[in-house]
Structure formats: structure tokens, C-alpha cells
């Protein structure tokens, strides 16, 4: 597979320009990855891909064929695929990492190696999304102190010693989010933060010893039941839509539509995980009007008009069809 090639970018909008400009290579076989894909379609494009690449099997089905895959990070982890080359827009050190094991992973090229190639895109809107934004910032930085001085950073770009560098950067910006801290309304009813109440929380200990005049004497300090209760599961703000990809997908909806006693129907919405894709509010609002449906009145679950659906890169925004919704 040295002639198959992985591009790794930031946003959803750039892996389907991107897609759109390499499928116009006639030689190539071009695939697209995005979370706008339902799990099910991304399962059976990585199966894809894998049938072109089979490095492993020359002898029985032929030689590799070059593919081109444009994908968001979530190629980056959990997929056990290699290509020849990797190109990785510009990101935190760690995705990095990620990508570039995702490059002649199975040392299929040996003795040469594959190559990793990292872009900084002149346009690409990260603005909203911190994580990346922030991760892109150190990791540049660090890219920065290794072009100067390659040996203190371990002669590698995502050395041991070049990703401690980068951690340390990354979270001593982000130390106050990352102690997660709490606020006088939680059950604590005071400012602290979790990362204190579960180590040596000092503040109950200073406290204990203003009213006591000594030292508490048990071993063990920390507040378990204060962190409980004041923990909170981070709260995403997406939200899911069944979309009819395949017949599978399509009876899905139909079913959901039709069923009675819709709250009992337990494996019709667990198998609809599979085939919904989650959006963001912003997303959502533009596609109720014309695009999403409930499947039942007052249910709260969401489908896809079939117009909006792409078999080539998923849920869209404008319709890719002629088909009409499904029936409700």
C-alpha cells in the first residue's frame, strides 16, 4: 500500500472539500470519514478501504490498489488500518501521534519507512473548538523548539521528551479548567475544586484545624462524597438524528415511525444508535424546517429526510437526492 495516502484534518468542512477535490483523480480510489457518517456507513467505508489496501494478502487477491482517504480525528484511534503516507493538518502533538500510527503500521514497507507529513493550512476555521485550537497552538510551539534544538526533544518530533513538553504546555493553560473546580451553590458550599477535594483537600484540613486547634488525625483526607455529589458528567450539547443510510437504515425510521408503544420498543432504539448521527444545536436548527422529523409526536427521536443523506460524506445540510421523507 505504499501508493495509498491518509489526509487528517480538523473539521468536517475541510475533509469534504478536501474529498471532493481528490475524487476528481481518476486513478485513485478517494474515501471520505466524518462523524456527519453514521457508525454503520463508517464501518463499511473502513471495510472499503481495507479490501483496497490488503497488504497482507497480495498473493490471494491481487496487488494494493492507491486509495486516498480525507478523514476527521476519529481515524486517529481504535482503527487498525496503515497506509503509506500520512498528511496531518496541523493539531495537538498527541493527534499527531495518533495519525502518524496510522502510517506503514504493520511495517508492510520494510526496510523503507512511510512518511508523515504535517500542514499548517492557511484557512481552516478552528476558532470554536478549543481542545484542537489550544493543542494546535503547543504543538506548534513545540514543533518551533525542535527545528532549534532537535537533541533536547530526543532527535523526534513526537519523542517521550518532545510530548512531555507538550503536555506541559498544554495543561499549565489550561490548569484551573483542568482541576475542575466547583462553586459555593455545589453541595461543597464553598469554591474549591475537585482535583483538591480528591487529593489533600486543604481547605476542609485548614478548617478542621481552626476549629479543633490541631491536626485531624485520620490517614486518609479527602472528601469522597462532596466530589460525588458535586461531579458532573460534562454535558454535551448534541444531538442525535437517525439517518436512512442503507435499507437497514431506512427500516429503521419506518418502524420507529409506526410501532406502537414506541418507549418499549428497547432494541429498535438501541440498533438506531448505529445509524444516527449527533449535531450541534446551530446544525439542528437549520435542518428542522425542511430536513428532520420526529418519528412519533411528542418522542423526542429525530430522523433524516433521505434527501439529506449522502452515501459518499453523510448527513448534509442541502439536499444530495430527489427522495422525499420517508413515511411517518
Not at 497488504?55 to 487477491?61: K, M, N, R, V
Request: glycine share 6%; with cysteine; proline share 5%.
Amino acid at each position: 500500500n505504499a501508493g495509498s495516502a491518509l489526509i487528517v484534518v480538523n473539521t468536517k468542512t475541510s475533509a469534504r472539500e478536501i474529498y471532493q477535490q481528490c475524487k476528481q483523480i481518476d486513478s485513485v480510489k478517494t474515501f471520505h470519514l466524518s462523524t456527519h457518517m453514521c457508525p454503520a456507513h463508517r464501518m463499511y467505508v473502513l471495510d472499503q478501504i481495507k479490501s483496497c489496501l490488503r497488504p497482507w494478502d497480495f498473493g490471494l487477491y491481487g496487488p494494493p490498489k492507491p486509495v486516498i482517504c480525507v478523514s476527521t480525528q476519529l481515524i486517529e484511534a481504535g482503527v487498525d488500518i496503515s497506509f503509506g503516507s500520512v498528511i496531518r493538518y496541523l493539531a495537538g502533538l498527541d493527534s499527531i501521534a495518533q495519525a502518524a500510527g496510522r502510517c506503514n503500521r504493520h511495517n508492510e514497507q520494510h526496510p523503507a519507512l512511510g512518511k508523515v507529513y504535517i500542514i499548517n493550512p492557511a484557512e481552516e476555521n478552528i476558532e470554536r473548538l478549543d481542545d484542537i485550537r489550544i493543542g494546535k497552538e503547543k504543538a506548534e510551539r513545540v514543533l518551533g523548539e525542535f527545528k532549534d534544538n532537535p537533541a533536547r526533544l530526543g532527535n523526534n518530533r513526537i519523542s517521550p521528551e518532545a510530548m512531555e513538553q507538550y503536555y506541559q504546555y498544554y495543561f499549565y493553560q489550561r490548569a484551573q479548567e483542568m482541576n475542575y473546580p466547583v462553586t459555593a451553590n455545589s453541595s461543597v458550599r464553598r469554591e474549591d475544586n475537585l482535583f483538591n477535594l480528591l487529593s489533600v483537600n486543604s481547605l476542609s484540613v485548614d478548617e478542621y484545624k481552626r476549629i479543633n486547634e490541631k491536626t485531624p488525625e485520620i490517614p486518609l483526607r479527602q472528601a469522597f462524597m462532596s466530589a460525588a455529589k458535586s461531579f458532573e458528567v460534562i454535558e454535551t450539547v448534541a444531538r442525535g438524528i437517525i439517518v436512512p443510510y442503507d435499507e437497514e437504515g431506512k427500516e429503521l425510521i419506518s418502524k420507529l415511525c409506526s410501532v406502537q408503544e414506541l418507549e418499549k420498543q428497547y432494541k429498535l432504539i438501541r440498533r438506531a444508535q448505529r445509524y444516527s448521527v449527533n449535531v450541534f444545536p446551530d446544525v439542528l436548527n437549520r435542518l428542522r424546517e425542511q430536513a428532520v422529523r420526529e418519528v412519533q409526536k411528542g418522542s423526542g427521536i429525530l430522523y433524516l429526510d433521505e434527501r439529506y443523506y449522502s452515501d459518499e460524506f453523510g448527513l448534509s445540510e442541502k439536499p444530495v437526492k430527489d427522495m422525499g421523507f420517508l413515511t411517518a
